[in-house]
C-alpha cells in the first residue's frame, strides 16, 4: 500500500490573512458562497481572542508553473487582482477564514443577515480596533 502523508502547518493568523489579500490563498470556484451569522462570526472571534484554536483548514496546493486545475475566486471581500494566481485553494474552512477576513483585514462593518430576523432586518458586525466588537442595527 502506498504511503500517504499529510502536513499541519501551524501558521500565524496574521500571516494567514495577509495570505488572502495577497491572492495567495483563493477559493475553488466550486465553494458556496459566505453565509455565516454574526452570532458565528463573534463566537469565532471570541475564541482566537482568547487563544483558542479555530479548527483545521484544508488546503490544496497549487501548481502555478503546470497551470490551475480549478476555477478560482478570491475570499469575498479580498483586494485580489483577477489575473493573480493562487499558491493555495482552500477547500475546508472558507466560512472561518471569510468570517477572520471581513472582521479583521477589511476595516469595514460586516453587514450579515440574521436568520429568523424580520424579513429586511439587517444587523451588521464592526470590531473596532481599540474597542473590541459591537453589535450595530443597520440604518
Not at 64 to 69: A, C, F, K, L, R
Not at 81 to 95: F, I, N, R, S
Amino acid at each position: 500500500m502506498a504511503k500517504t502523508t499529510f502536513d499541519t502547518n501551524p501558521v500565524l493568523l496574521q500571516a494567514l490573512l495577509k495570505t488572502c489579500e495577497d491572492g495567495k490563498l483563493q477559493l475553488p470556484d466550486f465553494q458556496r458562497s459566505w453565509v455565516w451569522e454574526e452570532e458565528r462570526i463573534m463566537s469565532l472571534i471570541a475564541s482566537v481572542s482568547r487563544g483558542f484554536p479555530m479548527g483545521a483548514l484544508m488546503s490544496l496546493k497549487s501548481k502555478i508553473d503546470t497551470g490551475v486545475v480549478f476555477a478560482y475566486r478570491p475570499i469575498e471581500g479580498a483586494p485580489v487582482a483577477a489575473q493573480t494566481k493562487p499558491e493555495q485553494l482552500l477547500l475546508d474552512g472558507q466560512q472561518r477564514m471569510t468570517s477572520l477576513y471581513q472582521s479583521c483585514m477589511r476595516r469595514q462593518v460586516v453587514s450579515t443577515i440574521t436568520a429568523g430576523a424580520d424579513e429586511g432586518e439587517e444587523l451588521t458586525l464592526a470590531m473596532a480596533h481599540d474597542s473590541g466588537l459591537e453589535l450595530t442595527e443597520a440604518q
